[in-house]
């Protein structure tokens, strides 16, 4: 029993034709059976007029529909025209109305972060240098990008895009005269000159930075950030937080 064309199935039930049962049998198993619960495989484009309503998942290289109601939908694109109802849509392009929008979910639009706890302390003054290696990536709606050993993120998406980052972190001033620290977002180990943020630290002082910038990101492109003080060794870097986020 196996599936046929309808050029197939009308040439089998002409005029004086005899069909035989594995002819039926053909028959039945080359169109959808709404009541069978097993995985029913369409090759060819379907095209729906009216709503799309499905109370499982969609999985489809692309979906289009004037509206769509579905419990999960996973596709590389969709565009829906109309409504859009479903408990999660994973995608890389989302269209409603004609409009593409970020993917939704926890961290509202998060691509990714970074986080270290560790201190990172200026070994050489004035000299931009990584933040330390141990810091820890996380994902949250992590979309096209990886984590790194060397305290960044990885863009791995195939188009060039524009991202949001933003940087935080304490600092400490270990005693001494006082110093100034210089912040800077970097791409591919080099900084980011106009997102540097300098801040003076009096003797002993605790307190925090924060930088951002709008970056453009190729594949492969590495996302950190950078520091430095006008003398190496005092002043002491952690709890840094930086986040990615496609704009």
């Known amino acids: 029993m196996t599936e046929q064309t309808r050029a197939t199935h009308k ?9 035989s049962q594995s002819d039926y049998a053909d028959l039945i ?5 709404l009541p069978d619960t097993g995985v029913q495989t369409v090759t060819s484009p379907v095209i729906i ?6 109370g499982g998942k969609i999985s489809a290289l692309s979906v289009s529909a004037p509206s769509l109601v579905a419990s999960t939908v996973a596709a590389s694109a969709v565009t829906v025209m109309g409504d859009v109802s479903a408990s999660a849509v994973h ?20 691509e990714m972060y970074i986080t270290a706890t560790a201190s990172t302390f200026v070994s050489a003054p004035a000299t931009y240098q990584a933040i330390h290696a141990s810091a820890v990536a996380s994902a949250v709606n992590a979309i096209e990008f990886a984590g790194s050993a060397t305290g960044t993120v990885k863009y791995t998406g195939a188009a060039a895009k524009r991202f949001s980052v933003y940087a935080s972190m304490s ?3 270990e005693g001494g005269t ?21 801040r003076l630290l009096s ?12 970056v453009s990101a190729n594949q492969n492109d590495d996302l950190g950030l950078q520091i430095t003080a006008d003398a190496s060794g005092t002043v002491e870097f952690n709890y840094v937080t930086l986040v990615v986020t496609e704009v």
């Open 49 to 54: 007029s009216g709503t799309l309503g499905v």
């Open 178 to 198: 006082s110093r100034n620290a210089f912040i800077r977002i970097a791409k591919n180990g080099t900084s980011i000159t106009s997102s540097t943020q300098e």
């Open 91 to 110: 995608t890389t392009t989302l269209k409603i109305g004609g409009i593409e929008v970020l993917p939704s979910g926890a961290g509202a639009g998060i």
């Open 29 to 33: 198993d080359s169109f959808l059976s």
């Open 171 to 173: 600092i400490h001033r």
């Open 203 to 214: 003797t002993t002082d605790i307190g925090s930075m924060s930088t951002a910038a709008i």
């Open 11 to 19: 040439a089998r039930f002409e005029t004086g034709d005899a069909p």
